[in-house]
């Protein structure tokens, strides 16, 4: 707790409502409490101990319930303002760590709540790219890949996915349809043998060009090397 924390208490002030059939005739079994955190307000972080009630329908006779609070995250332990502000601030901002530092909220939730936004509001546009670039990244070292098609002439990510199998990959150029992928006039890429089959297969019209710096780095270790 510093001066830059408040803590508010809410009670529920109305007589419970079955969140099923919406009767009156309920029974409160228990009271409960959550702790929640709420947008930044006047300078000061904010959290809130909510008490709510479990109840039991005499109407409809549902199972134990729990009564709605409309103004929370369905998925984080935070309010739907809060939850609105860490998007905001990543959307102007795009730093998972200042935005953290901004709204008082954990790097992995504000990474989480914008990530369920990008999920929901992102869609597959391959628009007017006719030259990609392809590649391999590593997600955790020496355990787990992804893989990467960006535009090269605007340096837009048009596709990532997880993992570096010919399978996994060709969902890109499925999700490009026949038209797209006749627009495709070039691929960039390592000297993946698996990646050029693909572009072979689904683009007939482009080309595959291997990267100097793989074509370099291959040629010294596999030949001059070999030699020595």
């Excluded at 803590?7 to 029974?27: D, F, K, Q, R, Y």
């Excluded at 369905?74 to 935005?99: C, H, N």
């Excluded at 996915?161 to 890429?189: D, H, P, W, Y």
């Excluded at 698996?194 to 270790?221: E, I, P």
């Amino acid at each position: 707790m510093s001066d830059r924390d408040i803590t508010i208490e809410l009670e529920p002030a109305e007589p419970p409502v079955c969140p099923h059939c919406g009767s009156h005739n309920v029974v409160v079994h228990e009271y409960r409490q959550r702790v929640i955190k709420d947008e930044k307000q006047l300078g000061c972080f904010v959290t809130l101990v909510i008490t709510y009630r479990t109840i039991k329908c005499n109407y409809c006779e549902s199972k134990y319930a729990t009564e709605d609070i409309p103004f929370l995250s369905d998925s984080f332990r935070v309010t739907k303002r809060a939850e609105d502000a860490v998007i905001e601030d990543l959307e102007m901002a795009g730093s998972i760590k200042d935005t953290s530092t901004r709204t008082g909220l954990s790097w992995d939730v504000c990474k989480n709540i914008h990530k369920r936004y990008l999920q929901s509001t992102i869609s597959f546009s391959l628009g007017s790219s006719e030259f990609l670039a392809i590649d391999e990244f590593s997600i955790k070292k020496g355990h787990k890949y992804g893989t990467v098609v960006a535009d090269i002439v605007t340096k837009r990510v048009i596709w990532v996915c997880e993992g570096k199998s010919n399978t996994e990959v060709s969902r890109f150029f499925e999700l490009c349809g026949k038209i797209g992928c006749q627009q495709i006039k070039a691929v960039a890429m390592d000297q993946n043998a698996g990646f050029a089959s693909l572009v072979k297969r689904y683009c007939s019209k482009a080309l595959v060009v291997y990267d100097l710096f793989h074509m370099v780095y291959n040629f010294g270790r596999l030949v001059i090397s070999a030699s020595e």
